[in-house]
Structure formats: C-alpha cells, structure tokens
C-alpha cells in the first residue's frame, strides 16, 4: 500500500495530494489487488464512503473518533526545514557548556532571515563534554550535529556529565518557563454560549465575538465543575479519592479561522465534548508571552553519563532535550541515551514533530516518574512522534500531561523490552493517537493502556479519553481499552490479545477487528491527513 500511503504524506503536503489522489481512482477491491491482500476492511467508526472521503460514524452519546492530523510542526503540513548553517563549532577540552551555549546565543542574536530562521549552530564531529543545559532559546534558531551514532569522528556526541543542577535536562528547546497560557489579553474573554461541542467540533457559538478576530490565538477553557466530575465518576479514582473541583479543567490552545456573526471557527477540532449544563466554557486571545516558535534539534546524539547499576544510578542528566513554551519545533534523527526520565520530553508545546529518534537504555531506579522515553506532559498540543524507536521504558511513548494534553499522535513507533505499558497516564488526557504502534520482546504482559488506572499513582483515574489505537501490533502481550463514562475509546485492527480487562474493572472501549489482517486504510493518521488535503 506504499503508493497510496507513502512516508512523503506524512512529511510534506505534496505526497498528501498526491496519495489522495492515487486514492480516489481506486475501490477497495482495487485497492486489495493492487496490496496483494484479497480481504481488505473498513472500520465501521471511520471509512470511505462512495466519493473516497473519510465519513466518521457517532455512537448513541454522540462519541466518534476525531481528527488527528493536524498534529507536528505546522500541522503537518510543511516539510521540516532545512535551516543554513550560521556557524560551525568544534569541540574544547573541558566542559563544553559554555562554549556552545555562546554559539547558540551569538546566532540567535542574528537577523531572522524572511522564513523567520535566524540558522543553524552545526556541532563538527566530536565528544562534547556537557556539565550544564544548552538553551536554544531564540526563534528561527536549530542545534544540528554532524549525526547521531557512536563514532565521535564521525557523529556529534554530547556526553552529558554529572547532576548539577539536579535531574537536569540537557538541551532545552524554548523558553525557559511555563506560564499555562496564562496571559490573557484584556476585552477578549467570552463564554461559549452553545448548549453542547461535539468531540471533534470545530466550530461553536460565543457570547461576544467583537474582541476577537480571524487569527487571533486563543485558549479555551473547560472549567473542572462539580456537575462534569460526577458526570465522569469523579475520575473513576478506585480506592483514592476523587478528582476535586478545579484540579482537571480542559484546555485547548487554538488559533480563530473565521468569525461569522457570533459562530468561531477553529483551526484543529476539539478532542472533547463541551456540555453547557456540566461546565460553562470560555475562551481568551493569549498573548503568547515568551513563545519561542520555529526552533529545533537535529542530527546529534546525547549520551548522558552515569556511575554504577543502571536500574540505581540515577543522580545524572534526566531529559535529553526538553522542548517546552513552544510553537512549530522539531527533533529529529537523533539518538538519546542514559536518561533516568525521558529522551524526548513536550511541555506546554504545539505543533512539534520528533521524527526518527531513538530512546535507549535508561539509567534509572524502576519505578513511578522514570522511563517515559517519548513523553507529553501537560498543555502539550498537536504533538507528532513519527518513527521513534525506545527500549526499555516502563512508559515508552506516553502523555503524562492529563487534562491539558490532548492532539498527540504516536506513529510507527516501536517499543523493545518494555517495562511497563504506553500509554495516556492519569486523569483525562484526550485525543491520543497509537498508530501502526509495536511492542518487541516486552518484560510484561500489558504495554499498551487506553484505560482506566484507578487509584495507581495519585488518583490517575480516567487517563484518557477519545483515544484510538489502530492497527496497532502488540504480539503475545495484551492492548486494554476501556470506555470512559460520557466518552469512549477505541482498539482498531490490533494483532495481539485486545480486551477490555483492564487493571480497574470497567466497561470494554469499542473493540473492533481484532486479529484480523487487511484493515483499511493501514494508518489513520496518513489517511486523515490525506482526506484533509484533498
């Protein structure tokens, strides 16, 4: 199916185009010879219809898969850029800290060029001895090496040495706080006046719509009530208490296509139901104070340094590149070794894609806060993981960022000896996305979990909801998929045990296909992303 679902349309609009329309001359019977696969099947929750447009089918609460592809660096929708090479630097005796955060500085201090890149800080082959954090902390700035593997005469290796500050993060790419979209521009809050939001709406009814306009970057809030928590159970906690007014609002960070009369058209649907009568949402222009946008890392391999056992040692670097108070950010083709905590780690992020990059071997104590290889914390947004490859995580490719994360996608992504499962991780994250994900030679017996996990952690609850995995091989081992209350979860053409029979007793999610080769399209994301630019 290489020619209707090539890796050009996950990287660039023109393969989109071009397989979309490969797409429309076929049939699914054509489609089955031409794959050489003569029982090829849709999905009842989302298939083609006769004109070869994605047409998605609710359940009687009005649930239904949404979509997903807006997700990585400007939605998808452009290549990641090639970014010229400002300078170029070579390795010192010593820590190395110093040396390439003035690098850094000196061309983020640059011009932006029309496109808004300032350029790329090129690392020659080396060792790069590194005791602190590179901040790549303007825009238009990209930290690229020389390649990701172990030959320092080849390949740009940064060996990350001792724990000050303690549990640091190597590279930080952005801004060097969080504020949680905080800034509100004043005259520009209004209530969303529409009686119910559909999950995957984009489009709703305000109060006031005079202070805002075509553009404008909003957040949306759905505030944490009393009425919505026990509409969900209080969090479905188990023996933990329940979730508490205000401790779980939903956001959303959004930019305004259109404004007719009163009705706002976003750019990327909603990944949850908004209910008048539950919770009075509300929106605000943000005033995007300290975003740092267009930025990324490339090409390098950071081999965090350690003592001793590595399931004890821990008192070293924690993250390999922190990408935090982003918009439109990279990393890619890229190697992180030793971490106790994550390779790749998103914080109040939109729009980043990690593509080809590989989180190996953690040097940690196996337990609760380590090992999340792939991780998205909270007010992370339209998040891509393409082709990313972890070992040895208790959480391979996860969102830990409850109720502000939501719009992520994990595609093709391939876990090797996992400790513990993937996963959305506590209390109402939305919208996650396992594609074409695999499990190699787990050490336990569940390693993906769209579910419920109880009193686990401190009261996580409901991890997720409106999430899917799709087509998603686990082998031997077993997916768990359970249905929120006023949502639903989705396991779609999984190979492997796929159950309902989770940690926590509750309702099965919708299991579908199971065991059963041929689904189509073989990928939910391309296929969206295809469908949306046709």
Not at 14 to 38: D, H, I, K, M, Y
Not at 411 to 426: D, M, N, P, V
């Amino acid at each position: 199916m290489t020619n209707l679902f090539s890796r050009r349309s996950v990287l660039g609009a023109g393969g989109a185009v071009a397989g979309a329309a490969a797409l429309g001359s076929l049939g699914l019977n054509q489609a089955a010879a031409a794959s050489g696969t003569s029982r090829l099947w849709q999905s009842e929750k989302v298939r083609y219809d006769s004109r070869y447009r994605l047409v998605y089918a609710a359940d009687a609460e009005g649930n239904r898969i949404p979509d997903f592809s807006y997700a990585g660096y400007k939605y998808g929708d452009s290549p990641i850029p090639h970014v010229r090479t400002a300078t170029t630097v070579r390795p010192v005796a010593g820590d190395n800290t110093a040396h390439l955060q003035a690098a850094i500085d000196e061309v983020g201090a640059r011009t932006p060029d029309r496109n808004g890149f300032r350029g790329a800080v090129l690392l020659a082959p080396g060792n790069y001895p590194v005791a602190g954090t590179l901040r790549v902390n303007r825009s238009g700035v990209v930290l690229r090496g020389s390649g990701d593997g172990a030959d320092p005469a080849k390949h740009t290796i940064i060996q990350a040495t001792g724990n000050t500050p303690v549990s640091r993060d190597v590279v930080v790419l952005g801004g060097s706080v969080s504020t949680g979209w905080r800034g509100e521009v004043p005259g520009t809050r209004t209530d969303i006046t529409s009686d119910w939001v559909q999950v995957g709406a984009k489009s709703f009814e305000v109060a006031d719509a005079s202070g805002l306009k075509r553009g404008d970057n909003i957040i949306l809030i759905h505030p944490c009530t009393e009425a919505w928590l026990a509409s969900v159970d209080y969090g479905g906690t188990a023996k933990d208490a329940g979730w508490v007014v205000d401790s779980q609002p939903i956001t959303y960070n959004r930019h305004i296509k259109s404004i007719r009369g009163n009705t706002v058209t976003v750019d990327v649907p909603l990944f949850e139901h908004l209910r008048r009568a539950r919770s009075q949402s509300y929106l605000y222009v943000w005033d995007r104070a300290g975003l740092v946008t267009d930025v990324g890392v490339e090409n390098l391999r950071i081999d965090i340094q350690f003592a001793g056992d590595p399931d004890v040692d821990e008192a070293h670097a924690w993250v390999g590149v922190k990408v935090r108070q982003v918009e439109d950010a990279w990393v890619r083709d890229s190697t992180f070794l030793h971490f106790a905590k994550a390779g790749v780690e998103t914080t109040e992020a939109t729009r980043v894609t990690v593509r080809n990059c590989k989180a190996l071997d953690p040097a940690s104590v196996v337990t609760g806060g380590l090992r999340y290889n792939f991780n998205s914390e909270a007010f992370s947004q339209q998040i891509l993981f393409v082709d990313c490859y972890a070992t040895k995580a208790r959480h391979a490719f996860i969102s830990n960022g409850a109720s502000s994360a939501s719009g992520i996608v994990f595609l093709r992504g391939t876990s090797e000896g996992a400790l513990a499962s993937s996963e959305g991780h506590r209390r109402w994250s939305q919208g996650l996305l396992w594609d074409n994900h695999r499990d190699i030679a787990p050490k336990v017996d569940l390693v993906l979990g769209i579910y419920n996990r109880g009193d686990y952690g401190t009261g996580h609850g409901w991890a997720t909801s409106h999430s899917v995995g799709w087509n998603c091989d686990v082998g031997t081992a077993r997916l768990v998929v359970q249905k929120p209350p006023t949502a639903q979860n989705y396991a779609i053409g999984g190979k492997g045990v796929i159950t309902g029979d989770g940690p926590f007793p509750n309702p099965a999610g919708f299991i579908e296909g199971a065991n059963r080769p041929g689904l189509f399209p073989p990928s939910l994301y391309q296929a969206q992303y295809l469908d949306r630019h046709r």
